[in-house]
DNA sequence: TGATATCGTCTGTAGCACAGATGATTTCGT
DNA sequence: ACGAAATCATCTGTGCTACAGACGATATCA
C-alpha cells in the first residue's frame, strides 16, 4: 500500500538536508526503529515464558541444536555465561527445560528441553511467526521473502556463522578501552 | 563475501533457503545478531561521543532535523523523556551542543549543535559508514543498496510512516496485552 | 601426584530505564 | 483578570540487568 517510491520527503519546515545526504535516515535509525517495534511485539508473543524473547532464543536454540554445554549456548547467543545460569533457573523452575549430568564431562550441565517445554516453544513460535509477519506489513509479500533471506545472509556473513570462536572473540572482547 | 549468490531469484519461488543452510535461524535471530555487530562496530566508531550509539542518533537528529523540544527529540527516537535529560547533560559538557532558551515558550530549551558538534558529527558519519558498509560485506553491493531500502521500508511501515505524532503513541502506549 | 584449565554458580557493584514528584511556564475556562 | 489544568524539563528513588571476580567441583596435562 505505501508507494514504492523513494521513501523521503521533506519533513514539516524545511529539512531537506536528510534527503540531500542521500538515505533518509540511515541503517541505523531504520534498525533500531524496525528492532524496537520487534522488540515490543515479540515480548507480546512471548509473555508466557519467562525472559521474554531473549528466553525464547534459548529456548528455541536448546531445543534444536541442543549445544553440549552452558557456555556453548551463551556463546551462541552472545550471552554472559552468569546471565545464561540465572536465565536457565528461571526456565527449570517452569517445567520447561532440565539440567541433566553430563556423564561424559560432569562439570557440565547438558541443558534440554522438557516436553512441555517443546509442546511451548511450538506455539509461541506460531505467534512470534504471526508477529513477524506483521511487523514487515509495510513490505509487499514478495518483499518480505526477499527482505527475510537478505537479513539472514547479512548476519551470517558478520557471524562468520561456521567459527562459533569467531562469535566468542567478539563478544568477549572489551571495546579496546580507552 | 565468498560467492555473491543469487539473492532475487531464490527468494521469489517459495523459501527454499530455510532448508538450505541451517534451519531455523529465523528473522528474530537474524535480526539479534546483526543489530549486536552493529552496535558493538558503531560503538567503536562512536567511542569518541558520550553515550555511544545513543548519543549518535541524538546529535544526528538534532543537527538535521533540529525538533522544537527534548520531549519530541525523545519520541522521535523512542527514548524516555528523563533518559534525555541527562543525555543531552553529557554533550553540554563536551560542546557538542547547546542548551538555548526557546524565547517562544520559555519551558522549553531548543536544543542546537555547536560548530564543533557539527564538524565532530560529520567526522563520526563517516565512520558510522565505513561501519554499516562492513557490516553488510555478508552481501553484494547491489544487494546491500536493495537491503537498506527493503530495511528502511520495513521500518517506516511499523513506525506510522509521515504521522510523527504515531511515534509519540506507540512510545508511550503501555503493551496493550496479547 | 600436583599444577592448571574449564564448567557452572554465587556475590558485589555499577549502569540504566522508568515512575513519580517538583518548579517553572503556558494555555484554557469562566 | 484570575485560577485550574496542562506542558516542559529536571531531580529523586527504585528495580532490573549485566558484568567482573571469586569460589567449589571436575577434568586434563606434566
Do not use: N
Not at 527445560?97 to 509461541?124: N, S, Y
Request: charged residues 25%; hydrophobic residues 40%; negative net charge.
Amino acid at each position: 500500500m505505501p508507494t514504492p517510491t523513494p521513501a523521503h520527503q521533506a519533513a514539516q519546515d524545511g529539512a531537506p538536508a536528510a534527503a540531500a545526504a542521500g538515505p533518509s535516515l540511515g541503517l541505523s535509525w531504520s534498525l533500531v526503529a524496525l528492532l524496537r517495534e520487534w522488540s515490543t511485539r515479540v515480548d507480546a508473543a512471548t509473555e508466557e515464558l519467562p525472559q521474554g524473547m531473549r528466553g525464547y532464543q534459548v529456548l528455541r536454540v536448546v531445543v534444536h541444536d541442543s549445544p553440549p554445554t552452558q557456555a556453548a549456548l551463551a556463546a551462541r547467543l552472545g550471552i554472559d555465561r552468569t546471565v545464561m545460569t540465572y536465565l536457565i533457573d528461571s526456565y527449570v523452575e517452569c517445567g520447561l527445560v532440565e539440567r541433566q549430568q553430563d556423564p561424559a564431562d560432569r562439570r557440565a550441565r547438558r541443558i534440554v528441553a522438557t516436553a512441555h517445554g517443546r509442546k511451548v516453544l511450538a506455539g509461541v513460535d506460531v505467534r512470534v511467526a504471526a508477529a513477524e509477519e506483521d511487523l514487515l506489513s509495510g513490505l509487499p509479500p514478495e518483499d518480505r521473502v526477499l527482505f527475510r533471506e537478505l537479513l539472514e545472509r547479512a548476519a551470517r556473513g558478520v557471524t562468520q556463522d561456521d567459527d562459533p570462536c569467531g562469535v566468542v572473540a567478539r563478544a568477549t572482547t572489551p571495546p579496546d578501552g580507552r
